[in-house]
């Protein structure tokens, strides 16, 4: 029984570059920015929590997930 990667909820895959908003939804930083610069409003597309700056953070737990993935399709 395999676990699947943590996935992005806008491309839908798993993620590159994780990051994580300040309300805790995690996404692909090449998403959430594009998400951002298409919208007039900076909020998170999950919750719809709105924010006054652009921000996020790297998430390295995500980020880790994606590597052991990539190493067990590589194997």
């Not at 798993?14 to 959430?32: D, Q, R, W």
């Not at 919750?47 to 590589?74: A, D």
């Amino acid at each position: 029984n395999k676990q699947q990667p943590p996935r992005c909820s806008i491309c839908q895959d798993a993620f590159t570059e994780p990051v994580s908003t300040p309300c805790g939804h995690n996404y692909c930083k090449s998403c959430i920015t594009g998400y951002w610069d298409s919208s007039d409003l900076t909020q998170c597309p999950l919750c719809l929590f709105y924010f006054r700056h652009l921000h996020f953070q790297n998430n390295r737990k995500h980020n880790n997930g994606v590597c052991k993935s990539l190493g067990t399709l590589q194997s």
